[in-house]
């Protein structure tokens, strides 16, 4: 049977794969661990979600689950993910729960738990939260029934969070600001107003049904139309649940999470605030992204795809900076999952604190052309194992020398090899990724 958790929580089509009964299940169970674990006191909870509309089934659902085992809820209404797990921390909860599906389509929807303080789920916590679901239980009556409150503040509190993070006023910087329609519709305006700049919001109209619909960080074209025509500084991209961060400079070109990494490694090694002058990155983030951090003398450790990953690395080493090239940042000094509004705040800081536009300060960094390709095999454990395959890639790698790259990544879910290549030029990377394409394919 397969695990109900994946790495991002629990995420599947709201009301027919994910349904109420499902995530009642999941909250009283999650309630029951943690009574079973710390029963000095009554269990308290934060709740939020994203503007989609089978959010609010599916909050009343999880509250009623909540409730049911015994446990107060906090609701903090639509906010952002790192606002509620945040929140966990501000409020003292003993458990956050956020529902959202971040940059997926609209039906879709997902349950993701915080530990206190914030942090992610061990992997253990939640196999045994899924063992629990299910299981008949001494269900609380009377005074022992949960109660529920509304947190008025969530969005003032988060936000107060940011602004003290921010380091630099921001008064002069004109930027636009892509809400994907989603839970960053009104902390990030206004968090970037209150920071000093003058902010043009575009999808910040939510309904329910528009989050991530032809705009937000997956969709960055009308953020760059937009930014051309108000003549902005720079335009900020955020996913449905705002834990992603993307840019486009002034000329309308993009500037993804490796490039904002770049930025912020070398403002961070500046002001002394890298620890052991490491960024953490997966094995995704471009080439360039490698070269340029050895340039400045700052080491990049790399960690498997996942942001999971890259935050255990961060927490493993005591490290202060890592995230991805979708843009999902993650500052533990500030945060303890990736803050869209936060690494917002940080790169445009840097902007105003150097007076130097976006693209000058992400042009530390060349981006070499990437090239992915997904090949369906037979056996992937086969292409792993096949000689003719590692002799293709070390024959690649060869010709690449220090211009380029090659990753052979099977899919953890499918019989797929994932080829990537990065090289110079896209025509070297589109060539040099199609022989690769034709051996992947013969090896099963």
Not at 79 to 89: E, F, K
Not at 143 to 149: K, L, Q, W
Not at 251 to 271: F, H, P, R
Request: aromatic share 2%; hydrophobic share 45%.
């Amino acid at each position: 049977m397969a695990r109900l958790f994946g790495t991002d929580g629990v995420r599947g089509q709201a009301n027919s794969e994910l349904t109420p009964e499902l995530a009642l299940s999941v909250a009283a169970a999650a309630a029951r661990v943690l009574v079973e674990r710390d029963s000095s006191h009554r269990p308290v909870a934060v709740v939020g979600r994203d503007p989609r509309a089978s959010g609010e089934m599916l909050q009343a659902a999880v509250a009623a689950g909540l409730t049911s085992a015994g446990a107060d809820v906090m609701q903090l209404g639509v906010l952002p993910t790192p606002g509620v797990a945040h929140l966990v921390g501000d409020l003292g909860a003993d458990l956050g729960v956020m529902i959202s599906a971040s940059h997926n389509p609209m039906p879709d929807n997902g349950i993701k738990l915080f530990a206190a303080g914030g942090h992610k789920l061990p992997d253990a916590i939640e196999d045994e939260i899924e063992a629990h679901m299910g299981l008949s239980f001494d269900r609380p009556t009377g005074a022992g029934v949960g109660r529920m409150y509304d947190i008025a503040d969530s969005v003032d509190r988060y936000v107060t969070h940011l602004l003290k993070a921010s380091t630099h006023r921001l008064d002069g910087l004109r930027v636009v600001v892509d809400c994907a329609n989603g839970a960053a519709w009104a902390a990030a305006p206004r968090a970037y107003r209150e920071a000093g700049a003058e902010v043009i919001a575009i999808h910040a109209l939510p309904d329910g049904e528009n989050i991530n619909e032809n705009c937000g960080s997956t969709h960055l074209e009308n953020l760059r139309e937009t930014v051309l025509a108000e003549q902005a500084d720079l335009g900020i991209a955020h996913d449905g649940d705002a834990d992603r961060c993307l840019a486009i400079d002034a000329a309308g070109d993009m500037v993804d999470g490796d490039q904002i990494m770049a930025v912020l490694a070398l403002d961070m090694k500046e002001s002394g605030d890298l620890v052991d002058n490491t960024l953490v990155a997966t094995v995704m983030s471009n080439l360039g992204l490698h070269l340029a951090m050895r340039e400045h003398g700052v080491t990049l450790q790399t960690t498997a795809v996942g942001d999971r990953y890259v935050l255990e690395a961060l927490r493993e080493n005591k490290l202060s900076l890592g995230g991805e090239q979708s843009g999902h940042v993650v500052m533990p000094a500030h945060a303890t999952t990736g803050d869209g509004l936060l690494t917002a705040l940080r790169l445009m800081s840097r902007m105003a604190a150097t007076r130097r536009s976006l693209a000058d300060l992400a042009g530390v960094m060349t981006r070499l052309p990437q090239v992915l390709k997904n090949v369906k095999v037979a056996d992937k454990a086969a292409v792993a194992r096949s000689t003719a395959v590692s002799d293709a890639v070390a024959e690649v790698e060869s010709e690449l020398g220090d211009t380029g790259r090659v990753l052979l990544r099977p899919s953890g879910t499918e019989q797929l090899v994932r080829v990537m290549v990065e090289a110079p030029s896209q025509e070297v990377a589109e060539a040099a990724a199609q022989r690769l394409v034709v051996v992947v394919s013969s090896a099963t």
